[in-house]
């Protein structure tokens, strides 16, 4: 081999020489900026932005870090740790959803970090857990353990690992940590960190059929023997059962619903296994709820205002990004966002709907799902990990699967979209939208503004009493107003009474806590087979607990205000924190025993409701009566069927519901 051929043949084995490189990752915490990891080479070819990857940080903590940027630079104040794994194939987050939370953080004054742990949901959110095991030069013979060391170990050998948390449960001790550090130094029990993925895809078992049955002589022939036999009617049962569950769209049929039938054996589905003539598979299941689409948006009818407005709103659509639209109550907004939502849909581009309030929420999906169906996507504080990941999986995906119509509160304007070409923000006054805790501290209105403007998307900001600022910023141009003055069909706005409490109470015109003008216009409307609802910005009992003598009020140790007693709980509760405490029996401050009640809440008109109207049915509307996920759909959904007459709820009463009634 000559000299020339040596050159060329050290320049190749040069040049395919793999990459060193390095990447600056977002952790899910609450620090500045971001850090730089080392790539293994094997990875090369798989890393991209956007993916989640597990890091060292710290001394033994490893976390789920977002791949920010990819480059070959080395950091020179130090070096640097390799990442550990790639936890995704593809990108969870994409490059304009890494701008958004950065000029959140810059806006907001907070790391970017925080953003994160609000954006992304907690699924996607990993971080290690310190695990206990037994070490492996344990002599128990020899060792001698004491009563808590003793009751650990017992409890290792029987679930190999333990959490700190299982430790301080199998001890019953509060500081737990001594006792831990002793176990390390005497070779009883190492520490480990263990990462745990929170997400996991809902897998469901289904029976199919064997394809050998797919021909109808083969099925005779195996009813045939089935039939034969007494002893194989149970057989029979379960084969008769799978043809009346089995749908013409789908291959089979799921395992709990075929034994959920009467008189269907476990047993005999086993042996049908056995034999071969049912297969059992494993299928992967959405767990989000399906809507099936019923009705086109084009089927909307607008009247001349609505049309005239849906006509400006589309003409300027290129001109102005933002519109205010502002309409008195009931003038039909709703169906100026379902004909724009359509108008974008058309266009191959994705809409986002958002709401104050999960109870507007609720509502509004039955609104939506006739016309968007499996298009709509809905997200919220209420769902449970799994299903904020899928919605968040559904978001990102640009095929015909993928959600097409987002509705949500204020986290969802930080789901992934791809293609966003419309925001609408419904009652935009509405001051739910400002997150108060914990950081980032943002407006979801004012978020969402910018996030339209990342996309290169239009916002439409509707109300019937705009916020001051959205106001102003429409008289000086910034913002296009369209104005809706008259209300849906003609109907009249409703009439508004005042009653004089103090005059009523000295004229001795009170019941309870109602005025007798209240309780006559409640008994006129039940009378006229109509509905009621009472608006009391208070949830709780009472407002507060007071000495009649030295007038103490019991006040929350966490937060220095004023605790609310819940009669369902028996107990006084702090509505920051969630402290609770029992009623004292005597003033602490003077031992007085008389301590009364005073002020009322929503739990407390119920009750009273309750006496004076023994009849009717009343429900209740607040924190307290809607913690479970379907609980507003349930409420709402029993008013709007008239299950209800008498609706109590606190501010959630008063967020723009709709009712035919």
């Known amino acids: 081999m000559n000299f020339v051929h040596q050159i060329h043949l050290i320049f190749n084995i040069r040049s395919v020489e793999p990459l060193t490189l390095f990447v600056d990752i977002l952790l899910p915490l609450s620090l500045q900026g971001y850090y730089t990891y080392r790539v293994p080479r094997e990875y090369n070819s798989q890393i991209k932005v956007g993916q989640r990857v597990v890091v060292q940080f710290g001394g033994k903590r490893m976390y789920s870090a977002l791949v920010r940027k990819i480059h070959q630079n080395p950091p020179k104040d130090y070096t640097v740790k390799y990442i550990y794994s790639l936890l995704d194939e593809e990108p969870v987050v994409e490059e304009k959803h890494f701008l958004f939370w950065e000029w959140i953080a810059r806006y907001y004054v907070c790391p970017v970090g925080n953003v994160m742990m609000a954006a992304l949901p907690s699924a996607f959110r990993l971080a290690s857990e310190t695990m206990l095991t037994i070490h492996p030069d344990l002599d ?77 002589e083969e099925l005779k022939k195996l009813f045939d023997e089935l039939e034969s036999k007494k002893s194989l009617e149970k057989q029979l049962m379960i084969l008769l059962q799978y043809l009346k569950l089995l749908k013409p769209d789908e291959t089979g049929v799921q395992k709990s619903e075929l034994l959920s ?105 039955n609104r939506l799902k006739q016309y968007f169906g499996n298009k709509l996507g809905v997200y919220h504080s209420r769902f449970s990990k799994n299903e904020r990941a899928e919605v968040w999986y559904k978001t990102l995906d640009a095929s015909e699967n993928g959600f097409q119509v987002l ?114 216009h409640i008994r006129e409307a039940l009378e006229n087979k109509e509905q009621v609802i009472l608006f009391q910005n208070r949830r709780g009992f009472s407002v507060r607990v007071e000495c009649d003598k030295c007038h103490w009020v019991p006040q929350c140790k966490n937060c ?3 605790m609310v007693y819940h009669k369902n709980i028996y107990m006084l509760r702090c509505h920051y924190c969630g402290h609770t405490m029992p009623i004292p029996e005597t003033c602490p401050a003077c031992n007085s025993p008389q301590i009364k009640m005073k002020g009322f809440g929503t739990e407390k008109i119920e009750e009273e409701l309750s006496i004076l109207f023994p009849e009717i049915n009343i429900a209740r509307m607040d924190l307290d009566s809607t913690r479970s996920k379907q609980a507003y759909m349930q409420i709402i959904s029993d008013f709007e069927d008239r299950k209800i007459d008498i609706l109590v709820g606190t501010q959630m009463v008063t967020k723009g519901l709709h009712f035919d009634n």
């Open 261 to 365: 039938g009467e008189n269907i054996s476990l047993s005999a589905l086993n042996t049908l296994i056995k034999k071969e003539v049912f297969e059992l598979v494993y299928k992967t299941e959405s767990r989000l709820k399906e809507f099936n689409k019923t009705v086109s948006a084009e089927n909307i009818c607008l009247n001349d205002e609505q049309q005239a407005v849906y006509n400006h709103i589309s003409e300027q659509w290129h001109e102005n990004p933002v519109t205010l639209l502002h309409g008195v109550t009931s003038s039909g907004k709703t169906e100026i966002y379902i004909k724009l939502i359509d108008k974008v849909l058309k266009e191959g581009k994705q809409a986002l709907f958002l709401l104050p309030e999960i109870a507007l929420t609720a509502q509004i999906v």
């Open 407 to 520: 509705l949500g509160a204020r986290s969802a304007v930080f789901l992934p979209f791809h293609n966003l070409g419309l925001v609408i923000v419904d009652e935009e006054h509405d001051t739910s939208y400002k997150q108060y805790e914990p950081s980032p501290f943002y407006h979801a209105r004012d978020a969402a503004i910018y996030l339209a403007k990342t996309f290169g998307a239009k916002t439409v900001l509707g109300s019937a009493t705009p916020s001051v600022e959205s106001f102003y910023n429409a008289q000086e141009g910034k913002y296009v107003l369209e104005t809706m003055e008259k209300r849906f069909g003609g109907t009249l706005l409703p009439e508004v009474f005042v009653a004089d409490m103090k005059e009523a109470q000295e004229r001795k015109e009170i019941q309870s806590h109602f005025s007798f003008f209240l309780l006559e």
């Open 560 to 562: 220095d205000v004023s």
């Open 140 to 216: 128990t013979n020899t060792t001698e353990l004491s009563e808590h060391e003793t009751a650990v170990v017992n409890a290792l050998f029987q679930k190999n690992t333990l959490s700190i948390a299982d430790v301080a449960k199998v001890t019953g001790l509060q500081r737990i940590f001594p006792l831990l550090k002793t176990m390390i130094e005497k070779k009883i029990i190492l520490m480990e960190e263990e990462l745990q993925q929170r997400y996991a895809p809902k897998i469901v078992p289904c029976v199919t059929l064997n394809s050998l049955y797919s021909e109808e």
